[in-house]
Structures are given as C-alpha cells and as structure tokens.
C-alpha cells in the first residue's frame, strides 16, 4: 500500500506542478495581453484562446491532488455529523462515484479526441491548433482521479485514514 501511496502522490505531485505552472503561465499571458492593450494600444489576438484552452489542463491535471486533500466540492453538511462506520461508508460511496466518472472521462475522453484526430478537427478561434490535444487532457485528467480514487478506496478498506481526516485528526 505504501508504494502505491507513494506512485499515486509522486504523479498527481507532477500533474499539479505543471498545473501551478500553467497558472503561471496564464497569469503571465494574461498580464501581456493587458499591457499590450491599455498601454501600447496592440492587443495580441492569441491570448484570451491561449489561456482558456490552459484553464481545462489546469483543472484537469489539478483534480487529483484536489481530490486527495479532501478539498472537492462535495456537501457535507451531513457528513460532518457522520462518525465510525458510517463516515467511512460514505467516504467510500463519494470515492466510487469518482472511480466511476473517471472511467468515463477516460473512455469517453479518449474516444472523442481520437475522433476528432481522425477528423482531423482544429480550435477555432486566433489560437487554431487539433482539438484532440485538448481532448486528451479528459482521459489525463481522469487517470489521475481514477488513480486517487482507488488509492482512497483501499485506505478506507484497510482503515487507513484519508489525507483530509489525518488533519482533522491532529487539529484535535
């Protein structure tokens, strides 16, 4: 289980690192294209397409890591009153829900970029680059969380606690 942990953190560590440095990135488009505009009147047309299509692989490459800090958006306003057994039981529902929708980002993902890689499918727009690169950031994104998810199933099956708990735990 160890090793697992550790394959699981060493990747999603990456994905997130190259995610924080797309926001890096963004941030620095973004603040190119501002001072193009207001202060030499030249806006650069590739931009606002550059950042948009960096947000999905942002999102994607950071929800693993999101995931295994206990920090998705999720209601809790019943499972904080939940303890014991039935607090892992819906832990354990919330991660196979995510084991789920990740198999199907990765199949569908998959499917529907080679699709329109053999269509041969192009962003429209100032930025025109094959839409299936973007469309592979789905079945990337969902490794990831189908990674995390069974790594959070298996603590829960041998009563280890979730990341997110263990802070719970040390805070009282």
């Known amino acids: 289980m160890r090793a697992f942990q550790r394959l699981v953190g060493a990747v999603t560590w990456i994905a997130t690192a190259l995610s924080a440095a797309g926001v890096l990135a963004a941030l620095a488009f973004v ?14 047309t590739w931009v606002d397409d550059t950042v948009g299509y960096m947000l999905v692989g942002i999102v994607m490459l950071a929800a693993a890591t ?14 904080t009153k939940l303890t014991g057994k039935r607090r892992r039981i819906a832990d354990a529902w919330s991660m196979l829900a995510v084991l789920v929708f990740s198999i199907v980002l990765i199949v569908n993902g998959w499917q529907t970029a080679m699709f329109s890689k053999m269509l041969g499918l192009n962003t429209t727009g100032n930025v025109e680059i094959p839409v299936f690169w973007l469309q592979l950031l789905m079945p990337i994104g969902g490794v990831l969380l189908l990674l995390a998810s069974i790594e959070g199933l298996l603590r829960i099956a041998l009563g280890i606690p979730l990341p997110h708990e263990q802070h719970l735990e040390d805070a009282e």
């Open 31 to 44: 603040t190119y294209g501002v001072i193009m505009r207001y202060v030499f009147n030249s806006a650069p």
């Open 66 to 79: 999101t995931l295994r800090q206990g920090s998705h958006i999720s209601v809790d306003i019943l499972t």
